[in-house]
């Protein structure tokens, strides 16, 4: 059954529902009911217990991870499969922008400032190796331009999947994408935390939350600062939309939150945990009910071409973390390393406390990379596949 509205031609319709199914090739069906509202029920039980008990063990991108991989399971298998309405998403994408802007802090911004020539050649390094990563999948493999770049793009596997609806992406292969450099990065920071000196541990609980949210202290729920969360969600999102700016409704309100902060206010309240994973949810259930047995047989095509740019792309990250030790000599290789890859910025906080490296460097560096992509990345994929569709290259996203 449909549980989205019939579009009309008002911009505020954008709200309600989805484009035209000619604008966006990977819109999800509509919900079966499959054994009725107690299967619905169901589904939804069993994500949030996999959403949760993944967030136990502390690990990145859990409460979309997990609802994603048991909504995928239950389509593949011909179950039922929940079509998350239009505002659903645009709702989730302006609750995740606000939440991009508790990363800023004076600190980082100080250590911008004060080495902005090392750490933005370190940032357009990284873009510019993503690219060249993106167009390796283009030309090698099938994949349309639009999911190669937001594949690999280092902005987090999240704000990524959640920008490549709007992009008219393959949300599916973005988030397989994504987290597999994940699982890389995990295994890789273990390596360079062993051969430099670090002790590996888990990261202890609240690790990420103190470190991507440098003003916790200031981030309590109050009625003014909550107001303030919930006006830059709504406000900015509206803009975004209303204005047509590519994923607009994560961008704008990211943007707001940052600028509020920037002109010396105290920042938005931080989402309630709840608040913030049902967000999560929302896309792991929506980009979980598009995956078909069509989609499982290509990423099998995919996963050789899928795991060697990302371990290719975690090459040149070191290849910048050597350099940027022969520039900051004050900073360890493994602290550089951190900031170099290109990782979420919550997950890689976390690890950096934890293995007490340098978490300013860190989190200034990708601070600074997080809002290059929002900036850069929205337009690069439309110029790369405006490009690739005049030299007759580009390929339709998958499904």
Request: net charge positive; proline share 7%.
């Amino acid at each position: 059954m449909k549980i989205f509205k019939t579009r009309r031609e008002s911009w505020g319709a954008q709200f309600w529902t989805r484009p035209p199914a000619a604008a966006v090739a990977t819109a999800a069906p509509p919900m079966r009911a499959g054994g009725g509202l107690l299967a619905v029920l169901w589904l939804l039980l069993l994500a949030v217990l996999a959403g949760g008990l993944l967030a136990h063990f502390h690990l990145p991108g859990a409460w979309l991870m997990g609802p994603l991989v048991v909504a995928a399971l239950s389509a593949i298998r011909g179950k039922t499969r929940i079509d998350v309405p239009w505002l659903g998403y645009r709702a989730a994408q302006a609750i995740i922008g606000v939440a991009l802007s508790f990363s800023v802090s004076v600190s980082s911004i100080s250590v911008i400032r004060a080495n902005w020539l090392p750490v933005s050649a370190l940032v357009a390094g990284m873009l510019i190796f993503t690219v060249f990563n993106a167009w390796l999948l283009i030309r090698f493999s099938a994949l349309d331009p639009a999911t190669a770049l937001l594949g690999t793009l280092p902005g987090g596997a999240g704000e990524m999947t959640a920008m490549s609806e709007s992009l008219h992406a393959d949300t599916r292969l973005v988030a397989v994408m994504q987290y597999t450099r994940v699982v890389l990065i995990v295994f890789t920071v273990t390596l360079v935390a062993h051969f430099f000196g670090n002790p590996v541990s888990l990261p202890a609980p609240g690790a990420a939350a103190a470190v991507a949210q440098p003003n916790a202290a200031l981030h309590h729920w109050t009625l003014a600062a909550g107001a303030m969360s919930i006006l830059c969600a709504v406000v900015g999102a509206t803009i975004g939309i209303a204005l047509r700016v590519p994923a607009g409704a994560l961008i704008v309100p990211a943007f707001l939150g940052v600028a509020w902060q920037m002109l010396g206010h105290a920042p938005p309240a931080h989402w309630p945990e709840a608040v913030l994973a049902l967000a999560y949810i929302t896309f792991g259930l929506g980009i979980g009910a598009r995956f078909e047995p069509s989609v499982v047989a290509r990423l099998r095509t995919l996963a050789g071409p899928i795991v060697g740019t990302s371990a290719l792309l975690l090459a040149g990250s070191a290849a910048m973390a050597w350099w940027l030790v022969r520039v900051l000599p004050q900073e360890s290789m493994f602290s550089a390393y951190l900031a170099a890859t290109p990782g979420g910025i919550d997950s890689v906080a976390a690890v950096a406390t934890d293995l007490k490296a340098d978490a300013t460097l860190v989190l200034a560096v990708h601070f600074l990379r997080l809002m290059s992509v929002l900036v850069v990345g929205p337009p690069l994929v439309r110029a790369l596949s405006g490009r690739l569709h005049r030299a007759g290259l580009r390929r339709a996203p998958v499904g």
